[in-house]
RNA sequence: CGGGGCGUAGCGCAGUUUGGUAGCGCACCACACUGGGGGUGUGGUGGUCACAGGUUCAAAUCCUGUCGUCCCGACCA
Protein backbone atom coordinates (compact mmCIF):
# COMPACT_ATOMS: atom_id res chain seq x y z
CA UNK A 1 0.00 0.00 0.00
CA UNK A 2 1.06 3.47 -0.83
CA UNK A 3 0.41 6.54 1.52
CA UNK A 4 -0.58 8.50 -1.81
CA UNK A 5 -3.45 6.37 -2.57
CA UNK A 6 -4.71 5.38 1.33
CA UNK A 7 -6.61 6.84 3.69
CA UNK A 8 -4.57 7.34 6.75
CA UNK A 9 -6.90 9.60 8.50
CA UNK A 10 -4.41 10.57 11.31
CA UNK A 11 -5.36 13.54 13.61
CA UNK A 12 -3.25 15.59 15.93
CA UNK A 13 -4.93 16.72 18.17
CA UNK A 14 -7.17 14.29 20.44
CA UNK A 15 -10.87 14.39 19.96
CA UNK A 16 -11.81 15.96 23.17
CA UNK A 17 -14.08 12.96 24.43
CA UNK A 18 -12.28 10.25 24.17
CA UNK A 19 -11.29 9.09 27.59
CA UNK A 20 -8.94 6.47 27.90
CA UNK A 21 -5.51 5.74 25.67
CA UNK A 22 -6.71 3.18 23.47
CA UNK A 23 -9.54 5.17 22.41
CA UNK A 24 -7.73 8.32 21.98
CA UNK A 25 -5.14 6.41 19.94
CA UNK A 26 -7.44 4.76 17.69
CA UNK A 27 -9.41 7.78 17.00
CA UNK A 28 -6.32 9.56 15.98
CA UNK A 29 -3.96 6.74 14.07
CA UNK A 30 -7.13 6.57 11.79
CA UNK A 31 -8.38 3.61 13.20
CA UNK A 32 -12.03 4.12 13.83
CA UNK A 33 -14.42 7.09 13.46
CA UNK A 34 -17.36 7.18 15.12
CA UNK A 35 -21.02 7.32 13.42
CA UNK A 36 -23.39 7.74 16.38
CA UNK A 37 -22.64 6.97 20.59
CA UNK A 38 -21.61 2.78 20.75
CA UNK A 39 -21.29 2.81 16.47
CA UNK A 40 -18.22 2.67 15.06
CA UNK A 41 -17.21 2.91 11.51
CA UNK A 42 -13.67 0.48 11.21
CA UNK A 43 -11.54 2.98 8.65
CA UNK A 44 -8.52 0.72 6.44
CA UNK A 45 -6.14 1.07 9.32
CA UNK A 46 -8.48 -0.09 11.56
CA UNK A 47 -10.23 -3.05 9.53
CA UNK A 48 -6.48 -4.11 9.00
CA UNK A 49 -5.84 -4.65 12.30
CA UNK A 50 -9.27 -5.91 13.44
CA UNK A 51 -9.12 -8.70 10.55
CA UNK A 52 -5.81 -10.19 12.12
CA UNK A 53 -7.54 -10.68 15.19
CA UNK A 54 -10.13 -12.48 13.68
CA UNK A 55 -7.53 -15.02 11.31
CA UNK A 56 -5.50 -15.77 14.26
CA UNK A 57 -8.76 -16.78 16.38
CA UNK A 58 -10.06 -18.52 13.31
CA UNK A 59 -6.85 -20.29 12.46
CA UNK A 60 -6.63 -21.45 16.50
CA UNK A 61 -10.54 -22.39 16.42
CA UNK A 62 -10.07 -24.48 13.22
CA UNK A 63 -7.26 -26.11 14.99
CA UNK A 64 -8.83 -26.89 17.98
CA UNK A 65 -12.06 -28.80 15.82
CA UNK A 66 -14.72 -26.34 15.87
CA UNK A 67 -16.65 -25.38 12.73
CA UNK A 68 -17.31 -22.04 11.61
CA UNK A 69 -20.97 -21.07 10.52
CA UNK A 70 -22.60 -17.78 10.54
CA UNK A 71 -25.83 -16.86 11.37
CA UNK A 72 -28.43 -14.03 11.45
CA UNK A 73 -27.76 -10.88 13.81
CA UNK A 74 -31.84 -10.57 13.67
CA UNK A 75 -33.23 -13.05 15.49
CA UNK A 76 -36.99 -14.21 15.87
CA UNK A 77 -39.00 -13.14 19.10
CA UNK A 78 -39.82 -16.49 19.16
CA UNK A 79 -37.00 -18.26 19.94
CA UNK A 80 -36.55 -16.11 22.95
CA UNK A 81 -39.69 -16.48 23.93
CA UNK A 82 -38.56 -20.30 24.34
CA UNK A 83 -35.81 -19.92 26.36
CA UNK A 84 -37.48 -17.32 28.38
CA UNK A 85 -35.07 -14.87 27.84
CA UNK A 86 -37.45 -12.40 26.21
CA UNK A 87 -39.04 -11.38 29.59
CA UNK A 88 -35.33 -11.76 31.20
CA UNK A 89 -33.59 -9.58 28.79
CA UNK A 90 -34.20 -6.00 30.14
CA UNK A 91 -33.79 -2.99 27.48
CA UNK A 92 -30.34 -3.98 26.95
CA UNK A 93 -31.88 -6.76 23.93
CA UNK A 94 -32.54 -4.26 21.05
CA UNK A 95 -36.73 -5.26 20.02
CA UNK A 96 -37.65 -4.10 16.82
CA UNK A 97 -40.71 -5.30 14.82
CA UNK A 98 -40.82 -5.89 10.66
CA UNK A 99 -43.52 -4.82 8.15
CA UNK A 100 -45.68 -7.35 9.37
CA UNK A 101 -45.55 -6.36 12.94
CA UNK A 102 -43.83 -9.62 14.07
CA UNK A 103 -41.28 -8.98 16.43
CA UNK A 104 -37.68 -9.49 16.50
CA UNK A 105 -34.54 -8.88 18.19
CA UNK A 106 -30.80 -7.74 17.14
CA UNK A 107 -28.69 -10.38 18.72
CA UNK A 108 -26.97 -9.72 21.44
CA UNK A 109 -26.01 -13.49 21.83
CA UNK A 110 -26.99 -16.65 19.70
CA UNK A 111 -27.42 -19.68 21.92
CA UNK A 112 -31.18 -19.88 21.01
CA UNK A 113 -30.49 -19.60 17.51
CA UNK A 114 -27.32 -22.17 17.48
CA UNK A 115 -29.79 -24.12 19.82
CA UNK A 116 -32.29 -24.26 16.98
CA UNK A 117 -30.01 -24.95 14.11
CA UNK A 118 -28.32 -27.78 16.22
CA UNK A 119 -32.21 -29.62 17.43
CA UNK A 120 -32.80 -29.37 13.59
CA UNK A 121 -29.07 -30.77 12.55
CA UNK A 122 -28.09 -33.70 14.97
CA UNK A 123 -30.12 -36.57 15.96
CA UNK A 124 -27.74 -39.16 17.48
CA UNK A 125 -24.80 -39.18 19.92
CA UNK A 126 -22.39 -40.19 17.38
CA UNK A 127 -22.47 -36.94 15.92
CA UNK A 128 -21.04 -35.61 19.47
CA UNK A 129 -19.16 -34.11 20.22
CA UNK A 130 -19.42 -30.70 18.40
CA UNK A 131 -18.34 -27.37 18.46
CA UNK A 132 -19.43 -24.52 16.18
CA UNK A 133 -18.61 -20.66 16.25
CA UNK A 134 -18.95 -17.51 14.40
CA UNK A 135 -16.91 -14.48 14.22
CA UNK A 136 -20.23 -11.91 13.83
CA UNK A 137 -21.64 -8.75 15.14
CA UNK A 138 -23.50 -8.29 18.14
CA UNK A 139 -25.64 -5.84 19.16
CA UNK A 140 -26.33 -4.78 23.14
CA UNK A 141 -27.70 -1.73 23.99
CA UNK A 142 -26.09 -0.49 26.53
CA UNK A 143 -27.22 2.19 29.25
CA UNK A 144 -23.81 3.78 28.75
CA UNK A 145 -21.37 3.10 26.14
CA UNK A 146 -17.86 4.65 26.78
CA UNK A 147 -14.48 4.15 25.65
CA UNK A 148 -14.78 3.98 22.21
CA UNK A 149 -15.10 0.51 21.07
CA UNK A 150 -14.23 -1.13 24.35
CA UNK A 151 -17.53 -1.05 25.18
CA UNK A 152 -19.86 -0.31 22.32
CA UNK A 153 -23.16 -1.44 21.30
CA UNK A 154 -22.44 -2.81 18.18
CA UNK A 155 -19.05 -4.97 18.70
CA UNK A 156 -17.98 -8.06 17.00
CA UNK A 157 -17.46 -11.14 19.05
CA UNK A 158 -16.43 -14.26 18.00
CA UNK A 159 -18.90 -17.00 20.29
CA UNK A 160 -18.70 -20.80 20.20
CA UNK A 161 -21.30 -23.44 21.28
CA UNK A 162 -20.57 -26.53 21.73
CA UNK A 163 -22.85 -29.60 22.61
CA UNK A 164 -22.26 -33.16 24.16
CA UNK A 165 -23.42 -36.61 24.95
CA UNK A 166 -22.63 -36.17 28.99
CA UNK A 167 -21.26 -33.66 31.36
CA UNK A 168 -17.42 -35.68 30.71
CA UNK A 169 -17.55 -34.63 27.30
CA UNK A 170 -18.28 -30.86 27.71
CA UNK A 171 -15.71 -30.84 30.06
CA UNK A 172 -13.33 -31.93 27.51
CA UNK A 173 -14.03 -29.63 25.20
CA UNK A 174 -14.26 -27.09 27.61
CA UNK A 175 -10.70 -27.69 28.83
CA UNK A 176 -9.43 -27.73 24.76
CA UNK A 177 -11.45 -24.13 24.63
CA UNK A 178 -9.40 -22.97 27.44
CA UNK A 179 -5.97 -23.87 25.37
CA UNK A 180 -7.09 -22.87 22.92
CA UNK A 181 -8.08 -19.23 24.28
CA UNK A 182 -4.58 -19.27 25.75
CA UNK A 183 -2.92 -20.13 22.29
CA UNK A 184 -5.05 -17.24 20.19
CA UNK A 185 -4.30 -14.69 23.40
CA UNK A 186 -0.33 -16.12 23.62
CA UNK A 187 -0.19 -15.73 19.49
CA UNK A 188 -1.46 -11.86 19.53
CA UNK A 189 0.84 -11.25 22.46
CA UNK A 190 -1.24 -9.74 25.06
CA UNK A 191 -0.34 -10.17 28.81
CA UNK A 192 -3.70 -11.77 30.35
CA UNK A 193 -4.89 -13.86 32.50
CA UNK A 194 -7.21 -16.08 32.75
CA UNK A 195 -9.30 -16.08 35.85
CA UNK A 196 -12.26 -18.02 37.93
CA UNK A 197 -15.37 -16.07 37.20
CA UNK A 198 -19.30 -15.53 37.51
CA UNK A 199 -21.59 -17.07 35.02
CA UNK A 200 -23.96 -13.81 35.19
CA UNK A 201 -26.82 -13.80 32.69
CA UNK A 202 -25.78 -16.50 30.63
CA UNK A 203 -26.47 -19.16 33.49
CA UNK A 204 -24.74 -22.38 34.19
CA UNK A 205 -21.94 -23.79 36.35
CA UNK A 206 -18.10 -23.83 35.62
CA UNK A 207 -16.86 -20.16 34.25
CA UNK A 208 -13.49 -18.45 33.31
CA UNK A 209 -12.87 -15.32 32.19
CA UNK A 210 -9.55 -14.07 30.33
CA UNK A 211 -8.86 -10.58 31.73
CA UNK A 212 -6.17 -8.12 30.03
CA UNK A 213 -4.13 -6.57 32.59
CA UNK A 214 -4.72 -2.53 32.23
CA UNK A 215 -5.46 0.05 34.73
CA UNK A 216 -8.19 1.36 32.46
CA UNK A 217 -10.19 -2.38 33.16
CA UNK A 218 -13.54 -2.22 34.57
CA UNK A 219 -13.14 -5.60 36.60
CA UNK A 220 -11.09 -6.21 39.55
CA UNK A 221 -9.13 -9.18 39.41
CA UNK A 222 -7.52 -10.72 42.96
CA UNK A 223 -4.76 -12.86 42.53
CA UNK A 224 -2.32 -14.83 44.48
CA UNK A 225 1.62 -13.36 44.76
CA UNK A 226 2.55 -16.89 45.05
CA UNK A 227 0.12 -19.00 42.81
CA UNK A 228 -1.38 -19.02 39.69
CA UNK A 229 -5.20 -18.18 41.62
CA UNK A 230 -6.78 -15.88 39.93
CA UNK A 231 -10.53 -14.59 40.70
CA UNK A 232 -12.72 -12.22 38.98
CA UNK A 233 -13.02 -10.05 42.52
CA UNK A 234 -17.15 -10.55 42.08
CA UNK A 235 -15.66 -14.89 42.85
CA UNK A 236 -12.73 -14.45 45.18
CA UNK A 237 -13.58 -16.30 48.32
CA UNK A 238 -12.89 -13.98 51.54
CA UNK A 239 -11.89 -17.18 53.83
CA UNK A 240 -12.65 -17.18 57.24
CA UNK A 241 -10.10 -15.50 59.74
CA UNK A 242 -8.67 -17.56 62.25
CA UNK A 243 -11.50 -17.52 65.46
CA UNK A 244 -9.68 -14.97 68.16
CA UNK A 245 -11.06 -15.77 71.82
CA UNK A 246 -12.62 -13.23 72.96
CA UNK A 247 -11.03 -11.72 76.13
CA UNK A 248 -12.34 -9.05 78.70
CA UNK A 249 -15.24 -8.05 77.20
CA UNK A 250 -15.64 -4.10 77.83
CA UNK A 251 -18.80 -2.57 79.25
CA UNK A 252 -21.48 -1.85 76.76
CA UNK A 253 -21.96 2.24 76.21
CA UNK A 254 -24.58 4.17 74.18
CA UNK A 255 -22.78 7.43 72.88
CA UNK A 256 -24.20 10.08 70.55
CA UNK A 257 -23.52 10.05 67.00
CA UNK A 258 -25.50 13.24 65.23
CA UNK A 259 -25.55 13.10 62.29
CA UNK A 260 -22.64 10.70 61.44
CA UNK A 261 -23.81 7.99 59.39
CA UNK A 262 -20.89 6.72 57.57
CA UNK A 263 -18.20 4.46 58.85
CA UNK A 264 -15.83 7.07 58.06
CA UNK A 265 -17.49 9.67 60.21
CA UNK A 266 -18.19 7.49 63.03
CA UNK A 267 -14.61 6.14 63.39
CA UNK A 268 -13.07 9.70 63.16
CA UNK A 269 -15.80 11.07 65.88
CA UNK A 270 -14.97 7.93 68.07
CA UNK A 271 -11.17 7.56 67.29
CA UNK A 272 -11.66 4.19 66.46
CA UNK A 273 -10.11 2.30 63.22
CA UNK A 274 -12.99 1.34 60.64
CA UNK A 275 -12.13 -2.41 61.32
CA UNK A 276 -13.60 -1.93 64.58
CA UNK A 277 -16.97 -0.45 63.47
CA UNK A 278 -20.03 -3.21 62.11
CA UNK A 279 -21.94 -1.68 59.19
CA UNK A 280 -25.61 -3.10 59.00
CA UNK A 281 -26.68 -3.17 55.51
CA UNK A 282 -30.82 -3.80 54.95
CA UNK A 283 -31.61 -5.30 51.87
CA UNK A 284 -35.11 -7.19 50.35
CA UNK A 285 -35.86 -10.86 51.04
CA UNK A 286 -36.36 -13.27 48.69
CA UNK A 287 -39.92 -13.69 49.06
CA UNK A 288 -40.43 -17.48 48.14
CA UNK A 289 -37.76 -18.54 50.47
CA UNK A 290 -38.50 -15.73 53.51
CA UNK A 291 -42.27 -15.43 52.89
CA UNK A 292 -42.48 -14.19 56.49
CA UNK A 293 -40.38 -11.28 56.74
CA UNK A 294 -39.40 -8.76 53.93
CA UNK A 295 -35.87 -7.23 55.14
CA UNK A 296 -32.90 -9.17 56.28
CA UNK A 297 -29.82 -7.54 57.76
CA UNK A 298 -26.11 -8.23 56.11
CA UNK A 299 -23.02 -7.24 59.07
CA UNK A 300 -19.91 -6.09 57.33
CA UNK A 301 -16.83 -4.96 58.96
CA UNK A 302 -16.24 -1.15 58.28
CA UNK A 303 -13.46 -1.36 56.41
CA UNK A 304 -14.82 -4.20 54.37
CA UNK A 305 -17.11 -3.54 51.38
CA UNK A 306 -20.20 -5.77 50.40
CA UNK A 307 -20.10 -7.94 47.04
CA UNK A 308 -23.37 -8.17 45.60
CA UNK A 309 -23.10 -10.86 43.47
CA UNK A 310 -22.60 -13.06 47.18
CA UNK A 311 -25.34 -11.33 48.68
CA UNK A 312 -27.31 -12.31 45.69
CA UNK A 313 -26.32 -15.89 46.06
CA UNK A 314 -28.11 -16.27 48.94
CA UNK A 315 -30.81 -18.00 49.54
CA UNK A 316 -32.66 -15.88 51.87
CA UNK A 317 -31.63 -12.47 49.97
CA UNK A 318 -33.75 -11.07 46.68
CA UNK A 319 -32.15 -10.79 43.35
CA UNK A 320 -31.17 -8.58 41.58
CA UNK A 321 -30.27 -7.38 45.32
CA UNK A 322 -32.60 -4.14 46.17
CA UNK A 323 -31.26 -1.88 49.66
CA UNK A 324 -34.34 -1.06 51.28
CA UNK A 325 -35.58 2.47 51.14
CA UNK A 326 -35.79 4.59 54.21
CA UNK A 327 -38.97 4.49 54.80
CA UNK A 328 -39.10 0.57 55.10
CA UNK A 329 -35.98 0.58 57.26
CA UNK A 330 -37.53 3.57 59.78
CA UNK A 331 -41.35 1.40 59.61
CA UNK A 332 -39.44 -1.65 61.16
CA UNK A 333 -36.98 -0.37 63.26
CA UNK A 334 -37.60 3.00 63.81
CA UNK A 335 -34.28 4.49 62.21
CA UNK A 336 -32.60 5.90 59.53
CA UNK A 337 -30.12 4.33 57.77
CA UNK A 338 -26.42 5.83 59.48
CA UNK A 339 -27.38 4.42 63.10
CA UNK A 340 -28.70 0.62 62.50
CA UNK A 341 -26.51 -2.25 64.29
CA UNK A 342 -27.08 -6.00 64.52
CA UNK A 343 -29.16 -5.56 67.97
CA UNK A 344 -32.48 -7.25 68.34
CA UNK A 345 -33.32 -6.63 64.82
CA UNK A 346 -37.17 -7.87 64.52
CA UNK A 347 -35.52 -10.10 61.16
CA UNK A 348 -33.02 -12.06 60.38
CA UNK A 349 -29.06 -11.09 60.03
CA UNK A 350 -26.23 -12.93 58.01
CA UNK A 351 -22.88 -11.64 59.33
CA UNK A 352 -19.94 -11.85 57.55
CA UNK A 353 -17.15 -13.89 58.39
CA UNK A 354 -14.81 -11.38 59.36
CA UNK A 355 -17.48 -9.39 61.25
CA UNK A 356 -18.46 -12.52 63.44
CA UNK A 357 -14.83 -12.25 64.84
CA UNK A 358 -14.65 -9.09 65.82
CA UNK A 359 -14.96 -7.95 69.76
CA UNK A 360 -15.85 -4.80 71.60
CA UNK A 361 -17.11 -3.11 68.44
CA UNK A 362 -18.99 0.01 67.83
CA UNK A 363 -22.24 -0.24 65.99
CA UNK A 364 -25.61 1.32 65.57
CA UNK A 365 -28.05 1.33 68.41
CA UNK A 366 -30.98 1.26 65.79
CA UNK A 367 -31.86 4.96 67.15
CA UNK A 368 -30.87 7.85 65.57
CA UNK A 369 -28.02 10.02 66.18
CA UNK A 370 -26.77 6.79 68.44
CA UNK A 371 -23.99 4.55 68.48
CA UNK A 372 -22.68 1.45 70.68
CA UNK A 373 -18.94 1.28 71.74
CA UNK A 374 -18.02 -2.29 73.41
CA UNK A 375 -20.65 -4.30 72.07
CA UNK A 376 -20.53 -7.76 71.95
CA UNK A 377 -21.71 -10.96 69.51
CA UNK A 378 -24.29 -13.20 72.14
CA UNK A 379 -24.02 -10.55 74.70
CA UNK A 380 -25.66 -7.80 73.06
CA UNK A 381 -25.53 -8.52 69.41
CA UNK A 382 -27.13 -11.24 68.01
CA UNK A 383 -26.93 -13.43 64.14
CA UNK A 384 -28.95 -15.97 62.78
CA UNK A 385 -26.37 -16.82 59.93
CA UNK A 386 -22.71 -16.91 58.42
CA UNK A 387 -21.59 -15.79 55.09
CA UNK A 388 -18.62 -14.92 52.98
CA UNK A 389 -20.04 -11.59 52.23
CA UNK A 390 -17.30 -9.10 51.42
CA UNK A 391 -15.18 -8.51 48.36
CA UNK A 392 -11.58 -9.52 49.14
CA UNK A 393 -9.03 -6.63 50.06
CA UNK A 394 -5.59 -6.35 48.81
CA UNK A 395 -3.39 -8.37 51.67
CA UNK A 396 -6.13 -10.73 52.06
CA UNK A 397 -5.04 -14.50 52.19
CA UNK A 398 -5.55 -16.25 48.86
CA UNK A 399 -8.33 -19.02 49.06
CA UNK A 400 -5.86 -21.25 47.68
CA UNK A 401 -3.88 -20.97 50.98
CA UNK A 402 -0.98 -19.96 48.79
CA UNK A 403 0.48 -16.44 49.37
CA UNK A 404 -1.57 -12.92 49.63
CA UNK A 405 -4.12 -11.35 47.02
CA UNK A 406 -3.06 -8.65 44.83
CA UNK A 407 -5.78 -6.64 43.07
CA UNK A 408 -5.42 -5.05 39.35
CA UNK A 409 -7.66 -3.63 37.00
CA UNK A 410 -8.72 -5.89 33.77
CA UNK A 411 -10.30 -5.82 30.64
CA UNK A 412 -12.59 -8.98 29.63
CA UNK A 413 -11.51 -10.45 26.54
CA UNK A 414 -13.08 -13.95 26.79
CA UNK A 415 -15.26 -16.18 28.73
CA UNK A 416 -16.09 -19.24 28.58
CA UNK A 417 -19.15 -20.79 30.46
CA UNK A 418 -19.99 -24.36 30.73
CA UNK A 419 -23.56 -24.15 30.64
CA UNK A 420 -24.95 -27.77 31.07
CA UNK A 421 -28.71 -28.50 29.81
CA UNK A 422 -30.15 -24.37 30.17
CA UNK A 423 -30.65 -24.39 26.76
CA UNK A 424 -31.13 -28.18 25.86
CA UNK A 425 -33.79 -28.84 28.34
CA UNK A 426 -35.69 -25.37 27.50
CA UNK A 427 -35.75 -25.75 23.87
CA UNK A 428 -35.78 -29.63 23.72
CA UNK A 429 -32.49 -29.99 22.19
CA UNK A 430 -32.31 -33.98 22.24
CA UNK A 431 -30.60 -36.61 20.98
CA UNK A 432 -30.61 -40.62 21.14
CA UNK A 433 -27.84 -41.94 23.12
CA UNK A 434 -26.33 -45.29 22.79
CA UNK A 435 -29.31 -46.59 25.00
CA UNK A 436 -31.65 -45.46 22.07
CA UNK A 437 -33.37 -43.39 24.80
CA UNK A 438 -33.32 -39.28 24.08
CA UNK A 439 -31.64 -36.97 26.62
CA UNK A 440 -30.79 -33.37 26.31
CA UNK A 441 -27.23 -32.02 24.80
CA UNK A 442 -25.21 -30.73 27.73
CA UNK A 443 -23.94 -27.01 26.00
CA UNK A 444 -20.74 -25.02 26.59
CA UNK A 445 -20.29 -21.34 25.00
CA UNK A 446 -17.20 -19.39 24.35
CA UNK A 447 -16.76 -15.86 23.49
CA UNK A 448 -13.93 -13.60 22.43
CA UNK A 449 -14.71 -9.55 22.55
CA UNK A 450 -12.93 -9.51 18.77
CA UNK A 451 -13.16 -5.50 18.25
CA UNK A 452 -12.53 -5.11 22.23
CA UNK A 453 -9.31 -7.49 22.32
CA UNK A 454 -7.32 -4.90 19.72
CA UNK A 455 -8.39 -1.20 21.94
CA UNK A 456 -6.99 -3.97 25.11
CA UNK A 457 -3.79 -4.68 23.23
CA UNK A 458 -2.97 -0.85 22.82
CA UNK A 459 -4.15 -0.29 26.18
CA UNK A 460 -0.87 -2.33 27.10
CA UNK A 461 1.06 -1.12 24.28
CA UNK A 462 1.83 2.63 23.52
CA UNK A 463 4.08 5.09 24.04
CA UNK A 464 4.47 9.23 23.71
CA UNK A 465 3.95 8.81 20.17
CA UNK A 466 1.71 6.28 19.36
CA UNK A 467 0.79 2.55 18.93
CA UNK A 468 3.32 -0.05 19.74
CA UNK A 469 1.68 -3.21 18.01
CA UNK A 470 2.54 -6.72 18.54
CA UNK A 471 3.70 -8.18 14.77
CA UNK A 472 1.11 -10.66 15.11
CA UNK A 473 -1.92 -7.97 14.54
CA UNK A 474 -0.03 -4.94 13.37
CA UNK A 475 -1.82 -3.41 10.06
CA UNK A 476 1.75 -2.82 8.17
CA UNK A 477 4.37 -4.94 9.29
CA UNK A 478 7.24 -2.44 7.46
CA UNK A 479 6.77 1.21 6.74
CA UNK A 480 8.81 2.48 3.66
CA UNK A 481 9.55 6.02 4.49
CA UNK A 482 11.22 7.86 1.24
CA UNK A 483 13.33 11.03 1.79
CA UNK A 484 12.68 13.76 -0.45
CA UNK A 485 11.41 11.39 -2.97
CA UNK A 486 10.71 13.53 -5.37
CA UNK A 487 13.50 15.06 -5.59
CA UNK A 488 16.17 11.86 -5.46
CA UNK A 489 15.48 9.69 -8.16
CA UNK A 490 17.88 7.31 -6.83
CA UNK A 491 15.68 7.46 -3.51
CA UNK A 492 13.23 6.90 -5.26
CA UNK A 493 14.33 4.18 -7.21
CA UNK A 494 15.91 2.37 -4.14
CA UNK A 495 11.93 2.61 -2.44
CA UNK A 496 10.12 1.58 -5.18
CA UNK A 497 12.37 -1.54 -5.58
CA UNK A 498 12.35 -2.49 -1.42
CA UNK A 499 8.71 -1.74 -1.63
CA UNK A 500 8.04 -4.26 -4.52
CA UNK A 501 10.27 -6.91 -3.07
CA UNK A 502 8.90 -7.01 0.03
CA UNK A 503 5.43 -7.16 -1.54
CA UNK A 504 6.20 -9.60 -3.35
CA UNK A 505 6.85 -11.56 -0.29
CA UNK A 506 3.47 -10.90 0.78
CA UNK A 507 4.67 -8.82 3.77
CA UNK A 508 2.48 -6.17 4.77
CA UNK A 509 4.11 -2.88 3.90
CA UNK A 510 3.30 0.78 3.94
CA UNK A 511 5.17 3.24 1.44
CA UNK A 512 5.15 6.75 2.25
CA UNK A 513 5.82 8.43 -0.84
CA UNK A 514 3.54 11.50 -0.17
CA UNK A 515 5.60 14.69 -1.05
CA UNK A 516 5.58 15.55 2.97
CA UNK A 517 8.44 16.48 5.43
CA UNK A 518 10.35 13.57 6.94
CA UNK A 519 8.88 14.64 10.32
CA UNK A 520 5.34 14.32 9.18
CA UNK A 521 6.15 10.88 7.88
CA UNK A 522 8.25 9.58 11.04
CA UNK A 523 5.15 11.46 13.23
CA UNK A 524 2.29 8.80 11.50
CA UNK A 525 4.39 5.56 11.04
CA UNK A 526 4.63 5.90 14.51
CA UNK A 527 1.36 6.73 15.33
CA UNK A 528 -0.35 4.11 13.95
CA UNK A 529 1.92 1.44 15.26
CA UNK A 530 4.01 -0.18 12.17
CA UNK A 531 6.81 -2.31 13.97
CA UNK A 532 9.70 -1.77 11.33
CA UNK A 533 10.59 1.30 9.35
CA UNK A 534 12.94 1.42 6.62
CA UNK A 535 14.33 4.90 5.94
CA UNK A 536 15.57 5.31 2.46
CA UNK A 537 17.65 8.63 1.83
CA UNK A 538 19.99 10.06 -0.75
CA UNK A 539 22.19 10.48 2.72
CA UNK A 540 22.65 7.14 3.55
CA UNK A 541 22.12 5.63 0.21
CA UNK A 542 25.42 7.15 -0.93
CA UNK A 543 27.16 4.53 1.06
CA UNK A 544 24.61 2.04 -0.37
CA UNK A 545 22.97 2.02 2.93
CA UNK A 546 19.54 2.23 4.45
CA UNK A 547 18.13 3.16 7.68
CA UNK A 548 16.00 0.46 9.91
CA UNK A 549 14.46 0.73 13.02
CA UNK A 550 12.14 -1.22 15.08
CA UNK A 551 9.17 0.90 16.40
CA UNK A 552 10.27 0.08 19.67
CA UNK A 553 13.99 0.95 19.53
CA UNK A 554 15.26 4.15 20.27
CA UNK A 555 18.00 4.30 17.12
CA UNK A 556 19.08 3.87 13.45
CA UNK A 557 20.99 1.20 12.57
CA UNK A 558 22.40 1.71 9.30
CA UNK A 559 21.83 -1.57 6.86
CA UNK A 560 23.55 -2.12 3.37
CA UNK A 561 20.51 -1.70 0.94
CA UNK A 562 21.38 -5.42 -0.39
CA UNK A 563 20.75 -6.74 2.93
CA UNK A 564 17.95 -4.77 4.26
CA UNK A 565 14.83 -7.63 2.72
CA UNK A 566 16.41 -10.68 4.28
CA UNK A 567 16.77 -8.46 7.37
CA UNK A 568 13.34 -8.00 7.43
CA UNK A 569 12.31 -11.38 6.91
CA UNK A 570 14.74 -12.29 9.81
CA UNK A 571 12.65 -10.23 11.98
CA UNK A 572 9.16 -11.30 10.83
CA UNK A 573 9.92 -14.64 11.41
C1' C B 1 -33.08 6.10 35.17
C1' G B 2 -30.65 9.98 38.80
C1' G B 3 -26.68 13.92 39.04
C1' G B 4 -23.28 17.09 36.24
C1' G B 5 -20.77 19.16 31.82
C1' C B 6 -20.74 20.30 26.72
C1' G B 7 -23.04 21.31 21.56
C1' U B 8 -19.82 27.68 17.33
C1' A B 9 -15.71 25.08 10.17
C1' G B 10 -13.16 18.14 9.57
C1' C B 11 -10.38 18.47 14.77
C1' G B 12 -9.10 21.56 19.26
C1' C B 13 -11.18 25.99 21.14
C1' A B 14 -12.46 31.65 22.06
C1' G B 15 -16.72 34.74 21.74
C1' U B 16 -22.27 34.03 25.69
C1' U B 17 -21.47 37.31 31.91
C1' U B 18 -22.77 43.06 29.56
C1' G B 19 -27.52 41.37 22.63
C1' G B 20 -25.19 44.95 17.41
C1' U B 21 -25.02 39.92 12.57
C1' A B 22 -18.69 35.13 13.86
C1' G B 23 -13.14 34.49 15.13
C1' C B 24 -8.20 31.82 16.46
C1' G B 25 -4.90 27.39 15.97
C1' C B 26 -4.53 22.80 13.33
C1' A B 27 -6.23 20.42 8.92
C1' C B 28 -7.62 21.43 3.63
C1' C B 29 -6.61 24.20 -1.54
C1' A B 30 -2.98 27.41 -4.59
C1' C B 31 1.82 29.54 -5.12
C1' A B 32 6.75 30.45 -3.40
C1' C B 33 10.67 29.32 -0.31
C1' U B 34 12.22 25.07 2.59
C1' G B 35 13.63 19.85 2.71
C1' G B 36 16.28 14.00 8.03
C1' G B 37 11.48 14.82 13.43
C1' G B 38 4.53 17.59 12.70
C1' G B 39 8.95 24.22 8.67
C1' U B 40 7.88 29.50 6.82
C1' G B 41 5.33 33.18 4.04
C1' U B 42 1.34 35.04 0.89
C1' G B 43 -3.46 34.22 -0.80
C1' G B 44 -7.79 31.12 -0.37
C1' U B 45 -12.01 27.18 0.65
C1' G B 46 -15.21 25.89 4.37
C1' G B 47 -20.17 27.86 9.49
C1' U B 48 -28.85 27.74 8.72
C1' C B 49 -23.41 29.15 15.96
C1' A B 50 -27.50 21.33 17.66
C1' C B 51 -32.96 22.01 16.68
C1' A B 52 -37.82 24.46 17.56
C1' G B 53 -40.46 28.31 19.60
C1' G B 54 -40.36 33.09 22.25
C1' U B 55 -38.48 38.25 23.81
C1' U B 56 -36.21 42.36 20.91
C1' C B 57 -35.35 47.35 16.02
C1' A B 58 -31.50 43.49 16.46
C1' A B 59 -30.08 36.83 19.32
C1' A B 60 -24.26 32.35 18.99
C1' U B 61 -25.39 35.65 23.28
C1' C B 62 -31.60 36.44 27.02
C1' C B 63 -36.16 32.92 28.04
C1' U B 64 -38.84 28.07 27.24
C1' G B 65 -38.84 23.33 25.24
C1' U B 66 -36.57 19.33 22.48
C1' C B 67 -32.51 16.49 20.71
C1' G B 68 -27.50 14.89 20.67
C1' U B 69 -23.06 13.91 23.23
C1' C B 70 -19.57 13.12 27.27
C1' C B 71 -18.52 12.24 32.59
C1' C B 72 -20.13 10.13 37.62
C1' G B 73 -23.63 6.66 39.73
C1' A B 74 -27.12 2.71 39.21
C1' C B 75 -27.13 -1.41 35.46
C1' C B 76 -24.69 -5.14 32.42
C1' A B 77 -21.70 -9.79 29.01
Redesign the pocket.
Known amino acids: MRTSQYLLG????????A?IISHQLMLRAGMIS?L???LYTWLPTGLRVLRKVEQIIREEMNQSGAMEVMMPVVQPAELWQESERWQQY?P?LLRIKDRHQREFCLG??HEEVITDLIRQQVHSYKQLPANFYQIQTKF?DE?????GVMRSREFIMKDAYSFHIDEASLQQTYQTMFDTYCRIFDRIGVDYRPVDADT???GGSTSH?FHVLASSG?DDIAFSDQSNYAANIEMAEAIAPAKTAASNLSDLQLVDTPNQHSIEEVAQLLKQSEDQILKTLIVETDPEHSPDASLIALVLRGDHTLN?IKAEKLAAVKS??TFASDSQIQAAIECKPGSIGPIKLPFKVIADRSAVNCHNFVCGANQDGKHLINANWERDAQYDDVADLRNVKEGDPSPDGQGKLQIKRGI??G?IFQLGNKYSEAMSATVLNDKGKSVPMPMGCY?I?VT?IVAAVIEQNYDD?GILWPISIAPFQVAIVG??L??SEIAKQCAEKLYEQLKALQIDVLLDDR??????K???M??IGVPYRI?V????LADGNV?FRARNEAD?QLIAESEIIGLIQNKLQ
Open positions: TLRETPADEKASGGEPTRIRPRFGSIEEEPLEVHGGRKINHKKERPGVFADELVGEKSEN
